[in-house]
C-alpha cells in the first residue's frame, strides 16, 4: 500500500491551496481517511477525516470553515481543500487512512500513511 500526497507549497496569508492524496495498492472505499500536520518542534495533529461514502467528515477546530475533505473513491484518492490559510497553518500535511470504517475520534490510529508535503504560509 502506498499514499502519495501532492499539492503542498509557498502561499501568502489568506492564499488556498488543494492537497491531494492517492492511495494505491488496494482500495479504501469503505475506510476513514484523513489529514494530520506536524510543524516543526510540534507534535502530530489531527486537521481531517472523512468517512468511506464521503457522506461524514470531521475537522479540527483550528480549520473548520477553512478547510474542506472530500474523497474520490473512483480514483482512490483524498483531498484537502484549504482556504483562508494563516502562518500557523505552516506544517508537513500527512494523509492516513484507517484500517476499518469507522472514525473513533481525532486520537484513533491511523494505519497507513503517505510521505508528507510540506505547506508554508507567509505572512
Known amino acids: 500500500v502506498q499514499l502519495q500526497a501532492s499539492g503542498g507549497g509557498l502561499v501568502q496569508a489568506g492564499g488556498s491551496l488543494r492537497l491531494s492524496c492517492a492511495a494505491s495498492?488496494?482500495?479504501?472505499?469503505?475506510?476513514?481517511m484523513g489529514w494530520f500536520r506536524q510543524a516543526p518542534g510540534k507534535e502530530r495533529d489531527f486537521v481531517a477525516a472523512?468517512?468511506?461514502?464521503?457522506?461524514?467528515?470531521y475537522y479540527a477546530d483550528s480549520v473548520k470553515g477553512r478547510f474542506t475533505i472530500s474523497r474520490d473513491n473512483a480514483k482512490n484518492t483524498v483531498y484537502l481543500q484549504m482556504n483562508s490559510l494563516k502562518p500557523e497553518d505552516t506544517a508537513v500535511y500527512y494523509c492516513?487512512?484507517?484500517?476499518?470504517?469507522?472514525?473513533?475520534?481525532?486520537?484513533?490510529?491511523?494505519?497507513?500513511w503517505g510521505q508528507g508535503t510540506q505547506v508554508t504560509v507567509s505572512s
Open positions: 492516513a487512512v484507517k484500517g476499518g470504517s469507522i472514525y473513533a475520534g481525532p486520537d484513533s490510529v491511523y494505519d497507513y
Open positions: 472523512i468517512s468511506g461514502s464521503g457522506a461524514s467528515t
Open positions: 495498492g488496494r482500495t479504501f472505499s469503505s475506510n476513514v
